[in-house]
């Protein structure tokens, strides 16, 4: 079984920075895409990043200039740096991978369980 594993949230000032971290687990040998996903109280969850095998990247608008994420194919893991954080980025941080290949068969798409990242005005 597949399982994703994030880290990295936490409470931050406007302005400030964190660095969320994703590991896939579970005998994986590919993953195609990883992203990033988020939820703020009362919305619906939105693409914030997403990054393929081959390291190309797509962004929400929103975020262009301020977040960037990267992989580490060998270690399964997704990262994103966010600077220049806002209250409006206020939200849970989800982990997805779509196209997960293991030893035992594939996966269309996995979720994380997702850490909250918290920015204070």
């Known amino acids: 079984q597949v399982q994703l594993a994030e880290s990295g949230g936490g409470l931050v000032q406007a302005g400030g920075s964190l660095r969320l971290s994703c590991v896939a687990s579970?005998?994986?040998?590919?993953?195609?895409?990883m992203g990033w996903y988020r939820q703020a109280p009362g919305k619906q969850r939105e693409l914030v990043a997403t990054?393929?095998?081959?390291?190309?990247?797509n962004y929400a608008d929103s975020v262009k200039g301020r977040i960037t994420i990267s992989r580490d194919n060998a270690k399964n893991t997704v990262y994103l740096q966010m600077n220049s954080l806002k209250p409006e980025d206020t939200a849970v941080y989800y982990c997805n991978a779509k196209g997960v290949a293991t030893y035992l068969g594939r996966y269309l798409e996995v979720w994380g369980q997702g850490t909250l990242v918290t920015v204070s005005s």
């Open positions: 579970g005998s994986i040998f590919s993953i195609n895409v």
């Open positions: 990054i393929t095998s081959g390291g190309n990247t």
